[in-house]
T-cell receptor, first 115, second 112 residues
Framework: GAVVSQHPSRVICKSGTSVKIECRSLDFQATTMFWYRQFPKQSLMLMAT?????????EQGVEKDKFLINHASLTLSTLTVTSAHPEDSSFYIC???????????FGDGTRLSIL | EDKVVQSPLSLVVHEGDTVTLNCSYEVTNFRSLLWYKQEKKAPTFLFML????IEKKSGRLSSILDKKELSSILNITATQTGDSAIYLCAVAPMEYGNKLVFGAGTILRVKS
């Protein structure tokens, strides 16, 4: 089955630090990648949709300068949480899909804790 | 506004029981409905349904879509403790490309 790798799986850092999370599709070319945020016992909240070679589309209420997304190739997208604060602590998950008719496949997620 | 509603929100059963999870949706230009299972990490794909009335099956899990009723069910027979997870239903509207609208999920706990 399709494999999506997300790294790192866990980050603990000080307030004010910028954190980069990588999402790679290992065995298929992902025309679109998605970034989600999930709070405990809640469903996934879509933050942005990322298409290779173009600017990401952010959902309402998500600050583009705070959550920088780069999708430089068909197999890699990165999310950078800039100047992270404790309220940014959450579980961040990426997913990838290679066409409109194929399901999204998810990475294992990154648990971000800002002290 | 597109919406996906799952029920029940949580469920506790004993090993060996059969469970039915429900998902109803309101979307314009429906493309497909997907079921995912989420344990401690990110969701894993279970089923994608596009046609009404055709059951998809994988081991003890099965799912079916009813486009007339705008709903789907996920059945798990002979439940095991390893089935304990959050089950997420998501719908893909036609005009969103791959974008999904997720329900809140059903938390299933299977007791031994």
């Amino acid at each position: 089955g399709a494999v999506v790798s997300q790294h790192p799986s866990r980050v603990i850092c000080k307030s004010g630090t910028s954190v980069k999370i990588e999402c790679r599709s290992l065995d298929f070319q992902a025309t679109t990648m998605f970034w989600y945020r999930q709070f405990p016992k809640q469903s996934l909240m879509l933050m942005a949709t990322s298409n290779e070679g173009s600017k990401a589309t952010y959902e309402q209420g998500v600050e583009k300068d705070k959550f920088l997304i780069n999708h430089a190739s068909l197999t890699l997208s990165t999310l950078t949480v800039t100047s992270a604060h404790p309220e940014d602590s959450s579980f961040y998950i990426c997913s990838a899909a290679n066409s409109g008719n194929q399901p999204q496949h998810f990475g294992d997620g990154t648990r971000l804790s800002i002290l | 506004e597109d919406k996906v509603v799952q029920s029940p929100l949580s469920l506790v059963v004993h090993e060996g029981d059969t469970v039915t999870l429900n998902c109803s949706y309101e979307v314009t230009n429906f493309r497909s409905l997907l079921w995912y299972k989420q344990e401690k990490k990110a969701p894993t794909f279970l089923f994608m349904l596009t046609s009404s009335g055709i059951e998809k099956k994988s081991g003890r899990l099965s799912s079916i879509l009813d486009k007339k009723e705008l709903s789907s069910i996920l059945n798990i027979t002979a439940t095991q403790t390893g089935d304990s997870a959050i089950y997420l239903c998501a719908v893909a509207p036609m005009e969103y490309g791959n974008k999904l609208v997720f329900g809140a999920g059903t938390i299933l706990r299977v007791k031994s």
